[in-house]
Structures are given as structure tokens and as C-alpha cells.
């Protein structure tokens, strides 16, 4: 019981398990005389896989305690990276929605371009027919009065004959 705490002890102060098997092993054999070929080695091995269990416990031990405190290290960690990845996608969200916004104004502004354009050529065309309306309506007033005056230019014309010609008849008898 006293070596498997020995041995604790000196897992935790950071002694190779290997040193200390070593030390260990070394002091009695040199104290102890061997007794026989046959029960010394079989004693040896017992012993070697009793300190080899409570080497393994110890390292067990010592990778427990260090377990238990990169937990926090790694929990921070963790969440300093998945705040990273909200503050990365909530920029992401916010260009995209600036974005979204420039755009359908984009296309308002084109919206309203396209129907001022449409606005103004209709006018223009509108305007272009009235013109044209009234063009018409006017060589039509125009032509009307020409033909108005014609015929009075032609009944001058044809009294005018007449008169010639009843004188060319008195002057004929």
C-alpha cells in the first residue's frame, strides 16, 4: 500500500513511471539476497504487473486532473469561436439586407426612369396627334375656303363670258 502511494505521489510530482520502477526494483535486489532461480523470477514478474497497474492508475490520475481543467480552456475557446461565427454571419446578414435594400431601390429608381420615359412619349405622341388634328382641320378650312372662292371666281369668269358673248351677238346684228 505504501509504494502504491509512493507511486502516486510521485506520478502527480511528475516522475517517470519507468525512473521510478527503476528505483524501486533496483533497492531490493541489492538488499535481498536471491533465494532460488525458480521463485525470484516468478515474485519479479508478480511484482512488475502490481507496480504496472498502479503505474497505469497514476497516469490515469494525472490525465484525469488534466482533463478536468482543459475543459474550461477548451469551453472558452469554443465559445470565443462560435461567437466569432455569430458576429461573422450577423455581418453577413446585415450586408445582405443592405444590399437587398440598395437594390430594390435600384430597381425603383429604373421603375420610375423607365415610366418618365413612358410618361413623356406618351405626352409627345398626344401632342403630335393634336398637331396633326389640327394641320389637317386646317388645310381642310383652307381647301374649303379655296373652294369657296373658286366658284365665285368662276361665276365672275362665266358672266364675264356671258356679257362678252351677248355683245357679240348685238354687235353681230
Known amino acids: ?24 526494483t533496483a533497492a531490493p535486489a541489492t538488499t535481498a539476497p536471491a533465494a532460488t532461480t525458480t521463485a525470484a523470477p516468478a515474485h519479479a514478474a508478480k511484482h512488475h504487473k502490481a507496480h504496472k497497474k498502479a503505474a497505469q492508475k497514476a497516469q490515469a490520475a494525472k490525465k484525469h486532473k488534466k482533463a478536468a481543467k482543459k475543459p474550461v480552456a477548451q469551453k472558452a475557446q469554443a465559445a470565443k469561436k462560435v461567437h466569432h461565427k455569430k458576429a461573422a454571419a450577423q455581418k453577413a446578414q446585415a450586408a445582405k439586407k443592405v444590399h437587398y435594400k440598395k437594390a430594390a431601390a435600384q430597381k425603383a429608381q429604373a421603375a420610375k426612369k423607365v415610366h418618365h420615359k413612358k410618361a413623356v412619349a406618351q405626352k409627345a405622341q398626344a401632342a403630335k396627334k393634336v398637331h396633326h388634328k389640327k394641320a389637317v382641320a386646317q388645310k381642310a378650312q383652307a381647301a374649303k375656303k379655296v373652294h369657296h372662292k373658286k366658284p365665285a371666281a368662276q361665276k365672275a369668269q362665266a358672266a364675264k363670258k356671258l356679257h362678252h358673248k351677248k355683245a357679240a351677238k348685238k354687235a353681230a346684228k
Open 1 to 24: 500500500m505504501k509504494k502504491l502511494f509512493a507511486l502516486v505521489v510521485a506520478a502527480a510530482m511528475g516522475i517517470s513511471s519507468v525512473a521510478f520502477a527503476a528505483e524501486t
